[in-house]
């Protein structure tokens, strides 16, 4: 698991630069795509690592410490498998270690001898090491035999007997058993290389799309939805000069928060209409800095319009005291009805028709600005 944990963060990684290069050379994208599948077979295949039993014992004879460990690798195996099984024990430098004694193999188990014993010196102490090959032909716990080292020190002799250890063996699957042993527990299903390579490689590319299409998608839906008309066929100057008559109407009887909080609506409402960034979905700072990007926004309507928007945010957030009357505020916001973003050539100003002194009176001041 750490070590898929460390392929998916350099992934992620990877995938960041993806986004940044990915509009600008699709080549040396695709060859860090590679590179993010290369690195997927190094970092989540499972490699050479097999999973290791091991037993310790550790005797005392007077001034004398003695540590005796039994591994297996694997610490399961199949039918038939081989297992490696290897004998080690930490003596007092100067020790001498006779022929290694054994039991007798159950009729279940194939023994074969990998390498002689060797002892060697370390610091410390001495390493007397012996390592063999063992295939069960059973299902369940085969015994392994019991084994004992003689040991001379000067003129005392010794025996060591390592701790006793077992094979389980496993059927190849199930079904051959008939019945799993409730000792043993369900048998892990190993995946191959290929696996793991297709799995990271599809996990690592769902990551770089998400990073690089995500943005892109919310700005289209963004667009879409800020140019598409609103149900009722109204043009968004139209909208906006007819909410901010209503809140022209009611602006006396409002709480401060609430007057405010609704002119930031509808100008924001506006503003993601006319230029399709999502404006509602965006701080004050990043919407002033998106509509700067924007070639049709009318810069003195832009430095209005996010005036407009940190006065109502001073009102909202920190109850600061209103620098202005709230008609001159409803004024000044209808105002940018056709500045933000002037119309193409050809295409006429969409302002609403009259309907009531102060619709008239808001689309007479958007024409004059």
């Known amino acids: 698991m750490i070590r898929i944990g460390h392929a998916l963060s350099a992934g992620a ?9 990915l509009p600008r050379a699709p080549g040396a994208t695709l ?63 100067g020790t001498a270690a006779g022929p290694a004694l054994r039991d007798s193999a159950p009729a279940a188990l194939e023994w074969t001898e990998r ?17 063999v090959t063992v295939r069960g032909y059973d299902l369940g716990a085969i015994p392994l035999p019991r084994v004992a080292l003689p040991l001379r020190r000067g ?26 042993p409730a000792a043993r527990g369900p048998v892990a299903t190993e995946l191959r290389p290929i696996d793991w390579v297709v799995a990271a490689a599809a996990l690592v590319l769902a990551i770089t799309a998400a990073i690089v299409g995500l943005p892109a998608l919310r700005r289209r839906r963004g667009q879409r939805k800020g140019n598409a008309p609103s149900s009722s066929g109204e043009s968004p100057e139209e909208a906006l000069l007819r909410g901010i ?46 509509l700067r990007r924007e070639t049709r926004v009318e810069p003195e309507a832009l430095v209005e319009l996010v005036g407009l928007l940190e006065r109502a945010d001073l ?45 008239e009176g808001q689309a007479t001041k958007a024409r004059e600005g």
């Open 31 to 93: 060859l860090l795509l590679s590179a993010i599948a290369a690195l997927a077979i190094a970092g989540c295949g499972p490699g050479n690592d097999q999973p290791l039993r091991a037993v310790e014992r550790e005797e005392i004879r007077g001034p004398i410490r003695f540590r005796l460990r039994s591994e297996l690798k694997p610490a399961r195996a199949t039918i038939g498998d081989r297992v490696a099984w290897r004998l080690i024990a930490e003596l007092p430098r």
């Open 13 to 21: 990684r990877l995938a960041c630069i993806a986004r940044r290069s």
């Open 115 to 131: 390498a002689a014993p060797t002892i060697r010196d370390r610091r410390k102490a001495a390493v007397w090491s012996w390592s």
């Open 245 to 290: 008559a209503a809140l022209r109407a009611e602006a006396g009887s409002l709480a401060s928060d609430v007057f405010h909080e609704r002119l930031s609506t509808a100008i924001r409402s506006y503003a993601a209409s006319v230029t399709g960034v999502p404006a509602l979905d965006r701080t004050t700072r990043e919407l002033s800095h998106e």
């Open 155 to 180: 003129s005392v002799t010794d025996t060591l007997v390592f701790p006793t250890d077992t094979l389980y063996v496993d059927s190849l699957t199930q079904a051959a058993s008939g019945e799993v």
């Open 315 to 359: 009102a909202k957030f920190a109850r600061h005291d209103e620098w202005c009357g709230r008609s001159d505020l409803l004024d000044q916001a209808a105002s940018l009805a056709a500045r933000l973003v002037p119309p193409r050539v050809g295409e006429p100003p969409s302002l609403p028709a009259p309907g009531g002194p102060d619709a």
